[in-house]
């Protein structure tokens, strides 16, 4: 997998815009970024992904640099649910398995 | 319910047992994988299997794991003579189809504790 990194852990106030970033730089062209959050004693849930564009959904947005190097997870409105540990993934040639690092560790404060 | 289901949740057992985990993928999804996560660390790649045949099992840590997907749908991961290091929570996760190989859905986990 192209390595990622991430800070080891970051906080925000609640109802503020938490941006978790991640580096890429060894991402290929056809390889996609994942996302997902890892909630305290529950397994880990998909957030997003793209590959050029900015993406968003109904939980986050993701927003991809020019040069693919790397990306922001965009949580516009923490909550305190929202506490959990972040994972950036760049599968290699965007395949089916999914290698996860240490991820961010975000917390939301009251 | 719809989603990933993992029993059991918890399992005590002591070392040198056999220990069975069993998942149901969501319906209709051809890929499931196994993941371990050990305390603190992120989730570790086990196994991956598309419909019946395990596609890529390159992350079983040795001979005593082995996983099986008989008719394609429920998977049971089993190890055998079970030692201390074995203990962490094992994930399950499905997905619909190949095209979409990165958005899997996980279960809650099998907790698995050797004693």
């Known amino acids: 997998d192209a390595k990622t990194t991430q800070p080891p852990s970051m906080d925000c106030a609640e109802g503020r815009a938490a941006n978790l970033p991640c580096n890429h730089s060894t991402i290929s062209g056809n390889e996609y970024v994942y996302w997902y959050r890892q909630i305290h004693s529950q397994g880990p849930q998909y957030i997003i992904h793209g590959l050029k564009n900015n993406e968003t959904n109904e939980m986050a947005s993701l927003i991809i640099t020019e040069d693919r190097k790397s990306s922001t997870l965009i949580l516009p409105h923490a909550t305190l649910r929202d506490t959990a540990v972040y994972y950036c993934i760049v599968p290699m040639d965007s395949s089916y398995k999914l290698i996860f690092g240490s991820g961010t560790r975000l917390l939301v404060r009251p | 319910g719809a989603g990933v289901s993992q029993t059991p949740s918890n399992k005590v057992t002591e070392k040198g047992k056999y220990v069975e985990l069993r998942c149901d993928p969501i319906?209709?999804?051809?890929?499931l994988y196994w993941y371990r996560q050990s305390l603190g660390q992120g989730p570790e790649f086990l196994i991956y299997?598309?419909?019946?045949?395990?596609?890529?099992d390159s992350g079983l840590p040795n001979d005593r794991f082995f996983a099986v997907r008989p008719e394609g749908s429920v998977s049971t991961l089993k190890i055998q003579r079970t030692e201390r290091g074995d203990s962490a929570v094992y994930l399950c996760a499905s997905s619909p189809t190949y095209s979409s190989p990165g958005e899997l859905f996980f279960g809650e986990g099998s907790r698995l504790t050797v004693l």
């Open positions: 319906s209709g999804h051809t890929a």
């Open positions: 299997f598309q419909g019946t045949g395990a596609a890529d």
